[in-house]
């Protein structure tokens, strides 16, 4: 008991000193935390040491609490809020980041387990980091649900990924076979777990808090958090597991807030345990040793977190602005990597030199994190400014129908064609994978077998079995080209009973581009998760040649449709410049501007009146379509008329400014034109 004593004091009290410098120079406390770690640990010849081994047992009070903090702030009914927004954000991030940890763990050399294992540290982002940032620099509340969003998503994944990394782990291998086994154990305990606690723990909680007693609040919380970590434990489950399901059940008592309230200290203090005792297995001769890769894992954690949710966030309509800000707010690795690390370290299935890799990446993130946002409009303005003005105009156009449509049908019904479509397309895509994993795994057996039987040249053997896998494929490739059909049909029709409300009509043009972009939605959203789980089986050369092919013939898609949108934008633009043009010459009868433009969602005229401030000023100072993701279609002014002008274009009194986006953008940008106190955002 005094050694214990003598840990915990050690470790608090050298982290209380290292966190608050930390935040005397505006750093999360986790550096503090994992800088004291490198302080009382065995590898600095400072004289304050713990012992290794009675500091990790503590840390796994620390996992625990975390996981049941994280759980408590997590809803069923929040899941399925998110998934509308943000569910193809995570999906493909996850993905991204999955295929590229391990593509730079066989370029370093590692196996097959220890490549996957960098892709699973790599692929969640820290919640306790973004959500100490967002408090620190409050974002707009747009950015904020959709980063909390995938942050909720990404923890569900983090919970899968666990038990499918202690399985490998504790396999030695990665197999089809012992993965699916995995997650299909895994979604049987959680659903038995929920449906067999749903009943008992929620009412079990209000009853506690109607004792309005912190004591028994607190002891209650954490034994039922504790009581289902040793439940998992016992059903051979990482604690983590068990505590998280905890928290989601005593979340869906309705008084989930409280609770978080009430155990947030203690979860504090062996969190902290938690992440000092991470940086004392840091060697820092073996941290110098691998900082080469620790460098290359960190600039691809920032630029492809940024890459891989901007363009899923534009493909899902969510615009330029919220998703590369919720890019950068990504933009880390955080407490999962280290909880799957460990696993790995300690059933010594990877080297040792991860763990110090993952710190080094997540001190540098926790740096850059909140300095990428605060220079995110400068970063959306730059990338806004020299995207190719076909992917700028549809990008604002596009992300108005979405907007519109997930406004008017509240994300869809569950009886939605859209929703059975996306069911449909997600039921044949997992069967399809599935089937394509199993056959790559079994390739060489199969083959010989039916070399043996068909008594034919194994050469011939391999023809006959790809055939036997491609005729097994028609059924399901067809239901996925099928049932995108239906739901490029199914948005369309939703976009087109909104619109004729106003008795406008989406163009044939604009529909194609519609077309094109869910096309590409649904190849990447298939398409990369199949990377993902096929990568292990098929070979990194053949998965990274298709992944090429595949960004190829999207980007010429996307490219041949938004040039053709651009130009009718172009074209209706010029026609509704000729007819102010005629009504100020020949006094023809009034039209709304809207009618130029079936295709646009909103369509605002903004009228520049003497001495407001944007006068004199080019639109890319003004950097209206970066700071409110509208777009200027056109500027009418006596004389000479300008059509989709460029950013060098001066604003001058008495322009006429013709503005399309969202209702949000659209208001946005009128306010950032017409209020001298307009903050730059």
Same mark, same amino acid.
């Given at each position: 008991?005094?050694?214990?004593?003598?840990?915990?004091?050690?470790?608090?009290?050298?982290?209380?000193?290292?966190?608050?410098i930390?935040?005397?120079i505006?750093?999360?406390?986790?550096?503090?935390f994992?800088?004291?770690?490198?302080?009382?640990?065995?590898?600095?010849p400072?004289?304050?040491?713990?012992?290794?081994?009675?500091?990790?047992?503590?840390?796994?009070f620390?996992?625990?609490?975390?996981?049941?903090?994280?759980?408590?702030?997590?809803?069923?009914?929040?899941?399925?809020?998110?998934?509308?927004?943000?569910?193809?954000?995570?999906?493909?991030?996850?993905?991204?980041?999955?295929?590229?940890?391990?593509?730079?763990?066989l370029?370093l050399?590692?196996?097959?387990?220890?490549?996957?294992?960098?892709?699973?540290c790599?692929c969640i982002?820290?919640?306790m980091?973004?959500?100490?940032?967002?408090?620190?620099?409050?974002?707009?509340?747009?950015?904020?649900?959709?980063v909390l969003?995938?942050?909720?998503?990404?923890?569900?994944?983090?919970?899968?990924?666990?038990?499918?990394?202690?399985?490998?782990?504790?396999?030695g291998?990665?197999?089809?076979?012992?993965?699916?086994?995995?997650?299909?154990?895994?979604?049987?305990?959680?659903?038995m777990?929920?449906?067999?606690?749903?009943?008992?723990?929620?009412?079990?909680?209000?009853h506690?808090?109607?004792?309005?007693?912190?004591?028994?609040?607190?002891?209650s919380?954490?034994?039922?958090?504790?009581?289902?970590?040793?439940?998992?434990?016992?059903?051979?489950?990482?604690?983590?597991?068990?505590?998280?399901?905890?928290?989601?059940?005593?979340?869906?008592?309705?008084r989930?807030?409280?609770?978080?309230?009430?155990?947030?200290?203690?979860?504090?203090?062996?969190a902290?345990?938690f992440?000092?005792?991470?940086?004392?297995?840091?060697?820092?001769?073996?941290?110098?040793?691998?900082i080469?890769?620790?460098?290359?894992?960190?600039?691809?954690?920032?630029?492809?977190?940024?890459?891989?949710?901007?363009i899923?966030?534009?493909?899902?309509?969510?615009?330029?602005?919220?998703?590369?800000?919720?890019?950068?707010?990504?933009?880390?690795?955080?407490?999962?990597?280290?909880?799957?690390?460990?696993?790995?370290?300690?059933?010594?299935? /990877?080297?040792?030199? +991860? $763990?110090? @890799?993952?710190?080094?990446? =997540?001190?540098?993130? *926790?740096?850059? #994190? &909140?300095?990428?946002?605060k220079?995110?409009?400068?970063?959306?303005a730059?990338v806004?400014?020299?995207?190719?003005?076909?992917?700028?105009?549809?990008?604002?156009?596009?992300?108005?129908?979405?907007?519109?449509?997930?406004?008017?049908?509240?994300?869809?019904?569950?009886k939605?064609?859209?929703?059975?479509?996306?069911?449909?397309?997600?039921?044949?895509?997992?069967?399809?994978?599935?089937?394509?994993?199993l056959?790559?795994?079994?390739?060489?057996?199969?083959?010989?077998?039916?070399?043996?039987?068909?008594a034919?040249?194994?050469?011939?053997?391999?023809?006959?079995?790809?055939?036997?896998?491609f005729?097994?494929?028609?059924?399901?490739?067809?239901?996925?080209?099928?049932?995108?059909?239906?739901? /490029?049909?199914?948005? +369309? $029709?939703? @976009?087109?009973?909104?619109? =004729?409300?106003?008795? *406008?009509?989406? #163009? &044939?043009?604009?529909?194609?581009?519609?077309?094109?972009?869910?096309?590409?939605?649904?190849?990447?959203?298939?398409?990369?998760?199949?990377?993902?789980?096929l990568?292990?089986?098929?070979?990194?050369?053949?998965?990274?040649a298709?992944?090429?092919?595949?960004?190829?013939?999207?980007?010429?898609?996307?490219?041949?449709?938004?040039?053709?949108?651009?130009a009718?934008i172009?074209?209706?633009?010029e026609?509704?410049?000729?007819?102010?043009?005629?009504?100020?010459?020949?006094?023809?009868s009034?039209?709304?501007?809207?009618?130029?433009?079936?295709?646009?969602?909103?369509?605002?005229?903004?009228?520049i009146?003497?001495?407001?401030?944007?006068?004199?000023?080019?639109?890319?100072?003004?950097?209206?379509?970066?700071?409110?993701?509208?777009?200027?279609?056109?500027?009418?002014?006596?004389?000479?008329?300008?059509?989709l002008?460029?950013?060098?274009?001066?604003?001058r009194?008495?322009?006429?400014?013709?503005?399309?986006?969202?209702?949000?953008?659209?208001?946005?940008a009128?306010?950032?034109?017409?209020?001298?106190?307009?903050?730059?955002?």
């Amino acid at each position: 008991m005094a050694s214990f004593v003598h840990d915990l004091g050690i470790v608090l009290g050298v982290a209380t000193g290292t966190s608050i410098i930390c935040r005397k120079i505006n750093q999360p406390s986790i550096l503090g935390f994992l800088a004291a770690g490198l302080i009382v640990g065995p590898y600095i010849p400072i004289p304050l040491f713990a012992d290794t081994a009675r500091v990790h047992t503590l840390s796994e009070f620390g996992v625990v609490l975390v996981m049941f903090y994280i759980g408590l702030e997590f809803q069923l009914s929040k899941l399925f809020k998110v998934l509308p927004v943000a569910g193809f954000a995570a999906l493909i991030e996850i993905g991204t980041m999955l295929f590229l940890g391990f593509t730079i763990g066989l370029a370093l050399g590692w196996s097959n387990i220890e490549a996957l294992f960098l892709g699973a540290c790599i692929c969640i982002s820290s919640t306790m980091l973004v959500s100490k940032i967002f408090e620190d620099g409050p974002v707009g509340a747009d950015v904020r649900t959709f980063v909390l969003g995938i942050l909720v998503l990404q923890d569900v994944a983090a919970i899968a990924l666990i038990a499918a990394m202690t399985a490998v782990a504790e396999s030695g291998s990665v197999s089809v076979q012992s993965l699916a086994l995995t997650l299909g154990k895994l979604l049987f305990t959680l659903t038995m777990m929920i449906a067999l606690g749903l009943p008992i723990v929620p009412r079990l909680v209000r009853h506690v808090m109607s004792f309005k007693n912190n004591e028994v609040i607190i002891i209650s919380a954490i034994g039922l958090c504790f009581s289902f970590s040793l439940l998992a434990e016992s059903l051979g489950y990482s604690v983590a597991l068990g505590a998280f399901v905890a928290g989601v059940l005593v979340s869906e008592s309705g008084r989930g807030h409280d609770i978080v309230h009430a155990i947030q200290p203690v979860k504090d203090i062996f969190a902290a345990v938690f992440f000092v005792s991470i940086g004392m297995t840091v060697e820092p001769q073996l941290a110098l040793e691998n900082i080469g890769p620790s460098m290359l894992v960190f600039v691809c954690v920032i630029v492809f977190q940024l890459l891989s949710i901007s363009i899923a966030g534009v493909l899902s309509g969510n615009g330029l602005q919220k998703s590369m800000t919720s890019g950068l707010s990504l933009g880390q690795i955080g407490e999962f990597g280290f909880i799957i690390a460990a696993i790995g370290i300690s059933a010594e299935v /990877v080297r040792p030199g +991860l $763990q110090p @890799i993952m710190v080094t990446v =997540a001190v540098l993130t *926790a740096f850059t #994190t &909140p300095l990428a946002l605060k220079w995110a409009p400068r970063m959306v303005a730059f990338v806004d400014h020299n995207l190719p003005n076909r992917f700028k105009n549809s990008i604002v156009v596009y992300e108005g129908w979405i907007s519109g449509l997930r406004t008017s049908s509240g994300g869809g019904g569950g009886k939605s064609p859209r929703r059975k479509a996306v069911n449909a397309i997600t039921f044949d895509a997992l069967v399809w994978v599935v089937v394509t994993a199993l056959f790559m795994y079994g390739f060489t057996s199969i083959s010989t077998f039916l070399s043996e039987k068909l008594a034919i040249t194994p050469a011939q053997g391999k023809m006959v079995s790809f055939a036997v896998f491609f005729v097994a494929s028609i059924p399901l490739l067809i239901g996925i080209v099928r049932n995108t059909h239906k739901l /490029v049909e199914g948005i +369309l $029709q939703g @976009i087109e009973e909104r619109r =004729a409300r106003a008795n *406008a009509h989406i #163009t &044939p043009i604009g529909a194609s581009l519609l077309r094109a972009s869910i096309h590409v939605l649904v190849m990447m959203g298939i398409g990369i998760p199949a990377v993902v789980i096929l990568l292990p089986f098929v070979g990194s050369a053949a998965i990274i040649a298709l992944v090429a092919a595949g960004i190829i013939m999207m980007m010429g898609l996307l490219w041949r449709s938004a040039g053709r949108f651009d130009a009718e934008i172009r074209s209706e633009a010029e026609r509704l410049i000729a007819f102010l043009d005629r009504q100020r010459t020949e006094g023809v009868s009034e039209q709304a501007p809207q009618a130029f433009f079936p295709d646009l969602d909103k369509m605002d005229g903004i009228f520049i009146l003497e001495g407001l401030p944007v006068i004199g000023k080019t639109l890319s100072e003004l950097n209206l379509r970066a700071r409110s993701g509208a777009l200027v279609v056109a500027i009418h002014r006596e004389g000479t008329d300008v059509v989709l002008p460029t950013g060098s274009e001066i604003v001058r009194a008495e322009d006429l400014l013709f503005v399309t986006g969202t209702e949000e953008a659209v208001a946005k940008a009128r306010e950032i034109i017409t209020n001298p106190e307009a903050e730059e955002s």
